[in-house]
């Protein structure tokens, strides 16, 4: 059973389930400190350099895809994870660069990383999701503060 989820956009509609959008966050490109890269990235700087990516199974997977195909690409990832933390120590050990999403709140990364902003920019929607019969206050607690933070980032 599901209380609350935080998913990413867009989902398909599932009976008994409400989803709404919440946020949005960009996505970035993680790259080595050591390495001289562009004010923005693009995709076919990028696909010159090693990846590592999350894997197929992730909707990040599809979206950085299409964000390749969008330039006519379609670079292999070096090494595929899904674990953005660890995806973010092999960039800072200089094993290659990533597309992750950066949350407005989150700390800066490792000091051996450097973040750019894409173009063409690329963004992660995420949505909320919670069960569409009886919501119980606990539940409704959690919603609310969910909707607040949301007002709060501007989002």
């Not at 923005?40 to 199974?57: C, E, G, H, Q, S």
């Not at 895809?65 to 969008?70: I, T």
Request: charged residues 20%; glycine residues 8%.
């Amino acid at each position: 059973t599901l209380d609350v989820g935080l998913v990413a956009l867009p989902q398909p509609p599932i009976d008994g389930l409400v989803l709404k959008p919440w946020r949005r966050d960009p996505v970035m490109a993680f790259l080595p400190a050591g390495w001289p890269a562009p004010a923005r990235v693009t995709p076919a700087w990028l696909a010159d350099r090693p990846l590592i990516l999350n894997d197929a199974t992730t909707r990040l997977s599809r979206q950085t895809g299409e964000w390749f195909a969008g330039a006519g690409l379609n670079p292999r990832a070096r090494i595929q994870l899904n674990y953005n933390d660890a995806i973010k120590s092999l960039v800072a050990a200089g094993y290659g660069a990533t597309l992750l999403p950066h949350e407005a709140t989150a700390p800066q990364p490792d000091p051996r990383i450097i973040m750019r902003p894409l173009r063409p920019a690329l963004w992660r929607p995420l949505g909320i999701a919670h069960r569409a019969e009886k919501v119980e206050q606990a539940t409704r607690h959690v919603l609310d503060v969910l909707w607040e933070l949301r007002a709060a980032s501007g989002g």
